[in-house]
């Protein structure tokens, strides 16, 4: 049986202030599992990225063409709100961008925002976004401190607890552990995994290790164009493409 798509990418093409920087991207995201974008730096991974959630809709001068579906629906279509749409498709980033409230607040902010709880529901959907980000046991004692005191580790799972809150269908990393020491490193990529078994995960990182370790599925592009998109055993072991060979060898930088 043919796997199921999340996200399909018809000819995605997008510009800032007309310099176009993504090329005639198409490409289905299954919904099960984790799929990685690698490339060299500038080649529109973080783009198209942004493009799963319309976080380019706020960034002046930015234009896209093509088509992207989000189970079918286009999600730049006219009846779409992208409110919704980033509830549906939720996001962490390289830095850790907690707001500056307690570690309660941040997680219940999107709760408060799309439903309408008593505080007892509240506090056991904010308890269960900590668990489910690994977060619980390290704050359930300073939930009303201020997030910022939390170790940047901690702030990227914080963040993530943020984005699960809500409820998501797909989650989103922008190099989530780019700026993290290899121990946090390890819990970010393990929850990474733990999140591709149950929903659609889709993560751009540099760093070629991570990628093999985490991705079931793992797409190479270059200078805006996807060069290929495969399972990652058979990716970093068999590419089929002498541009992917060459940046997995380290060739392209
Ligand atoms: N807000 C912006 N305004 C103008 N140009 C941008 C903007 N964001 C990205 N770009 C340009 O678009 C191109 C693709 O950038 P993008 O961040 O998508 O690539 P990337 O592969 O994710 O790179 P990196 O790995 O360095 O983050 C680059 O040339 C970048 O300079």
Not at 132 to 151: I, Y
Not at 221 to 230: D, H
Request: with cysteine.
């Amino acid at each position: 049986m043919p796997e199921a798509v999340r996200f399909s990418l018809q000819n995605l093409t997008c510009a800032y202030s007309g310099k176009v920087v993504v090329r005639g991207v198409s490409l289905d995201i299954p919904a099960s599992g984790v799929t990685a974008f690698i490339g060299p730096s500038g080649c529109g991974k973080s783009t198209i990225l942004r493009c799963l959630n319309r976080m380019n809709d706020v960034v002046p001068g930015f234009s896209l063409s093509g088509r992207v579906l989000l189970d079918g629906e286009d999600l730049y279509g006219d009846s779409q709100d992208p409110v919704l749409i980033r509830r549906r498709v939720g996001m962490v980033f390289q830095r850790s961008n907690p707001f500056p409230t307690s570690i309660f607040n941040n997680v219940a902010y999107g709760l408060k925002l799309h439903f309408k709880l008593t505080r007892a529901e509240l506090e056991l959907e904010v308890e269960q976004a900590l668990r489910a980000a690994a977060l619980w046991d390290e704050v359930k004692d300073r939930l009303h401190t201020p997030a910022m005191r939390l170790s940047g580790g901690q702030q990227q799972r914080l963040c993530l607890a943020r984005a699960l809150a809500v409820k998501p269908e797909v989650m989103l990393f922008d190099e989530p552990a780019s700026a993290l020491d290899p121990v946090a490193t390890a819990k970010v990529e393990e929850l990474v995994m733990e999140l591709g078994r149950q929903m659609t995960v889709v993560i751009v990182t540099h760093n070629l290790a991570q990628a093999s370790r985490v991705a079931d599925r793992t797409a190479f592009f270059l200078r805006g164009e996807l060069i290929e998109f495969n399972r990652t055993v058979d990716l970093f072991t068999n590419p089929q493409r002498p541009e992917t060979e060459a940046y997995l060898l380290g060739r392209v930088s």
